[in-house]
């Protein structure tokens, strides 16, 4: 019966050390790995956001953005869509305005109903008041893998555009680097 008893206990020790848990750690402080993550977007958008809030408190134009899809063309699945969220987040805290044209349609229906003499004028929507971009943020996020000495090496490179509708000039560009050296594993049977 003893015995029992001390297998139930160790059997509910393993377990518990075993069954999970969660922990949470601060973003900003990840040390990184050999998968895209939080520090390679951390310092992407510290960078980027730096260098094109600069550019554009220099132009002293009014902007209005438009967030194009950033394309990863590693051969990692990078979730581009949380890299350019966080990058806005961060430009409109700068007060930097965004055009989501998401919901344009449903804006237009709106104003198309204020129109009609069916919505309180006080609320109605008038037409001209939509914004239109005038800068396309756009980019891609490119690698070159090799192995060398027993080490993979991997050099990303995340590049950020903004393209002038008007004009179709490209008038900033800026680039975050990386070099990862890890390892390699010998998996063998």
């Not at 919505?119 to 756009?138: H, M, Q, R, T, V």
Request: with cysteine; proline share 3%.
């Amino acid at each position: 019966m003893k015995k029992a008893s001390y297998l139930l206990i160790a059997l509910s020790l393993i377990l518990a050390n075993c069954g999970g848990g969660v922990q949470y750690k601060d973003p900003a402080k990840d040390s990184g790995s050999r998968e895209w993550g939080p520090k390679e977007i951390k310092d992407t958008v510290s960078k980027m956001v730096t260098s094109l809030y600069t550019y554009l408190k220099e132009e002293k134009k009014a902007a209005f953005i438009q967030v194009k899809k950033i394309r990863n063309r590693t051969s990692e699945h990078i979730d581009t869509k949380m890299l350019s969220n966080e990058l806005v987040n961060n430009l409109m805290k700068k007060r930097i305005r965004f055009i989501d044209p998401s919901f344009t349609k449903e804006a237009l229906e709106e104003i198309e109903k204020g129109m009609t003499g069916m919505i309180d004028p006080d609320s109605a929507i008038p037409a001209g008041e939509l914004k239109s971009p005038n800068l396309f943020l756009y980019g891609d996020i490119s690698s070159n893998t090799r192995t060398v000495g027993g080490k993979t090496l991997q050099y990303l490179v995340v590049t950020l555009k903004l393209k002038e509708l008007r004009t179709g000039i490209q008038v900033w560009q800026e680039q975050k680097e990386f070099l990862k050296v890890s390892k390699n594993t010998k998996v063998g049977w």
